[in-house]
């Protein structure tokens, strides 16, 4: 090299040490330009075009330079890491391994090896390189505090606490080991622990994106949504390109009913990471909820093969809701079970308990106005209290609505633990001595699965919130019925069968029997006077598109009908008219009905239609037990798993089986024969109004007894030292 060059490599070199990077890149270029293969010049302008982002160009400079001159370590380290921030972590290691084959104990090469490793889930080999290079260089902070991540995604979980309090110890204002000991508390779901070490990591580094991220999961979980979004937004307005906090705003909004708000948070976080699997599940979900068929058999496909390939951990119930088979339902609820809830230490070890009366604890984040309060309400009320103890263990918020107060006042305690962990709730349970633990939620809603995984009761069972195996070791028994799950099914269930006689869905008759004597007019309903109206006020998200194609042939082929849904919001509303357009009806026949406050005045207003129709392959559950209710029958379609039979199950237990059909040929046949025949709908009008009152369906005394005869059984088992083991419930007269 000419003295010149090398003094303008010094300028350049000197520029770049004192952070003027457009100026010593400016020196590099101009070097490079005089010659193309002085290495130095074309290796350090490509560190910094990696500060500038330009990624792609960083690798082409730095292979051009290594390509050039016999190997230097330091460039190999220098590309190692570019390689790595990039996000080629295969490309990274095998580098790394290059460059260690000269130099086997240069610890940037080893610290890089141990972090695409981790990337790249070699979760033991990474343990390896952090464990070299500490060897070499035992106060290296930030391969300790990595270590301890590494050691948490193996679930070693004290061992990781140690390793980050080994990090504090060497800097005890060492905002990434703060944020790491937060995000390992909240794994563990010690929710007030978690959001203090964020609060602390924050106070060193107020800019640390990650903790705010982490604080807007924590109150998620806790069900603050408004502190919850103001995390998130923090995180964005400091790293915009964050995945995590998008979904997590997604996630806030969805619960907030605002799907299209929702979507948009979501499609930002699979632009940033395409493989965001959660990300990817949960646009799909909300996109059935706004009735959003774009891509619609590509990414139900996408998903289902990625469940079946075990590439994603993604929530169970959105899958429900598209074509998938009870195989399939397991293998994502395994999964997701496993990485979300894993084993915890058991609270419950083996204590006998002697009560004069069983206790049983509802677990629900739904003791609000919601289907599954008005669903429990009169069952908690009948309750045999010289046999039963029962308590409810409130999870989310307090509406202060009549319903919240007559649901706290039907149990015998009632426990507000929504700000709890579920260690923290999983400890109360034991001290009340629970003896079986109901979980009303399963994975609905804002479910919180963790609590059970603490196994605080001696018997735990699903029931009501999720129609479809939990995939959990930790849940013994699930509550149904011979139609919704036939025997041969239970192969597809980590929970034991309990089958009751009638159908397994509860219902709260007090509430419906305050339905208006009199049902609205038509006009009042906003219906037309004279046509035929078929109804479906099932949630959006259940209407698929092969069931809404038969509900538009059915309205071409019923002159003058008309098609009436739940009021699903504006863009739902749009795009089913859009899709009836599509199908050569007229928009105008698809009419919405507005939300209602009470009950019992959306109860009545079923009696103004003519017929209901099911969807698949998620049916109506409460929705079709409100219009058999008022006396509108149901035609329903089977399919083979749990989501798909409650309809059939509902008919019957009302005496209506010749309503369950096994196809959409025949679903669709048999509605437009009931639409042409009147005689014969009213005569099945006739049999619904009679059956009401004299079938299982609404005898809730009845169904009440029969729960309490399982549970008893649950608990005869149990003290005789038996395994839970699957059983049928003989019916009481």
């Not at 190997?71 to 990274?92: K, R």
């Not at 990817?280 to 093969?305: F, G, P, V």
């Not at 604890?361 to 106005?369: F, G, N, Q, V």
């Not at 004279?530 to 209407?543: E, G, T, Y």
Request: aromatic share 10%; proline share 6%.
């Amino acid at each position: 090299m000419k003295r010149a060059d090398g003094e303008k490599l010094q300028k350049a070199l000197l520029l770049h040490q004192q952070g003027d990077l457009p100026g010593a890149a400016k020196h590099y270029r101009q070097l490079i330009e005089k010659d193309p293969r002085n290495f130095h010049a074309l290796h350090f302008l490509g560190v910094v075009e990696s500060v500038f982002g330009n990624m792609e160009q960083a690798k082409t400079l730095m292979v051009r330079s290594l390509g050039i001159r016999p190997p230097n370590i330091q460039f190999i380290e220098n590309y190692a890491t570019v390689l790595f921030q990039s996000g080629d972590h295969q490309s990274a290691l095998e580098t790394c391994w290059q460059g260690l084959q000269l130099h086997d104990a240069n610890t940037g090469l080893l610290y890089v090896a141990a972090i695409s490793s981790f990337k790249l889930n070699h979760l033991q080999e990474s343990l390896r390189q952090f464990d070299r290079l500490l060897s070499i260089q035992p106060n290296h902070i930030a391969a300790i505090n990595e270590r301890g991540t590494v050691l948490a995604e193996l679930r070693q979980y004290p061992a990781a606490f140690a390793s980050f309090e080994n990090a504090l110890r060497l800097n005890p204002n060492y905002p990434e080991a703060l944020l790491n000991i937060a995000n390992l508390y909240a794994t563990l779901d010690r929710h007030d622990e978690a959001a203090a070490g964020y609060g602390r990591a924050l106070a060193l580094a107020p800019d640390l994106a990650d903790a705010w991220l982490g604080l807007g999961n924590v109150f998620f979980v806790l069900t603050r949504l408004d502190d919850a979004s103001t995390a998130y937004g923090k995180a964005l307005a400091l790293k915009p390109d964050l995945a995590g906090a998008w979904h997590g705003r997604g996630n806030v909004a969805f619960e907030f009913k605002r799907y299209d708000e929702a979507l948009a948070a979501y499609a930002k976080a699979l632009a940033i990471k395409p493989d965001f699997a959660e990300a990817a599940c949960a646009q799909l979900h909300t996109k059935m909820h706004l009735c959003d068929w774009t891509a619609y058999d590509s990414e139900c496909e996408r998903l289902i093969s990625s469940v079946r390939n075990g590439r994603v951990t993604t929530s169970p119930f959105s899958i429900l809701g598209i074509p998938t088979t009870s195989a399939e339902h397991l293998q994502c609820a395994q999964r997701y079970a496993a990485d979300k809830y894993p084993a915890r230490p058991p609270i419950w070890q083996g204590e006998h308990y002697n009560h004069d009366r069983i206790r049983i604890a509802y677990l629900s984040t739904d003791y609000r106005i919601h289907a599954i309060a008005y669903l429990v309400s009169e069952l908690l009320e009948l309750h045999d209290r010289t046999k039963f103890e029962v308590i409810g263990i409130s999870l989310g918020p307090d509406d202060r609505s009549d319903m919240r107060a007559r649901i706290a006042e039907s149990f015998d305690q009632f426990h507000d633990m929504r700000g709890k962990s579920d260690q923290e709730a999983a400890q109360i349970m034991r001290r009340l001595e629970i003896d079986i633990a109901v979980d009303l939620n399963n994975y609905s809603g804002m479910c919180r699965p963790g609590i059970l995984a603490h196994r605080p009761a001696p018997i735990q069972a699903s029931y009501l919130g999720y129609p479809s195996t939990m995939g959990a070791d930790f849940i013994d028994y699930t509550i149904a019925d011979k139609f919704v799950l036939p025997s041969d099914q239970q192969k597809y269930w980590t929970e034991k069968f309990v089958t009751l006689p009638d159908s397994y869905l509860v219902h709260d008759t007090k509430t419906k029997r305050n339905m208006p004597l009199a049902p609205p007019t038509r006009a009042e309903a906003g219906l037309p006077e004279n046509a035929f109206v078929f109804c479906c006020f099932n949630n959006a998200f259940k209407i698929t598109p092969p069931v809404f194609q038969v509900w538009m042939r059915l309205l071409k082929a019923v002159e003058g009908s008309v098609a009436w849904f739940s009021s699903a919001g504006a863009p739902a509303q749009l795009n089913l008219r859009n899709e009836a357009k599509r199908a050569g009806v007229d928009p105008e026949r698809l009419i919405f009905a507005p939300r209602l406050d009470r009950v019992e005045d959306h109860l009545s207003r079923h009696r103004v239609a003519d017929l209901f129709l099911d969807t698949l392959p998620y049916n109506a559950h409460t929705t079709a037990a409100d219009a058999l209710w008022a006396g509108l029958p149901v035609v329903t379609c089977a399919g083979p798993t749990f989501p798909a039979r409650v309809g059939g199950s509902l008919l019957n237990a009302i005496g209506l089986p010749e309503l369950v059909t096994q196809n959409l040929q025949d679903y669709e046949a048999l509605a437009l024969q009931l639409a042409r025949d009147p005689a014969r709908l009213t005569a099945i009008k006739a049999t619904l109004a009679r059956n009401r009152d004299t079938h299982a369906l609404f005898d809730t005394a009845r169904f009440t007894r029969h729960l309490e005869a399982a549970y008893g059984e649950m608990v005869a088992r149990h003290r005789r030292g038996e395994p839970p083991a699957p059983f049928a419930v003989e019916p009481i007269v």
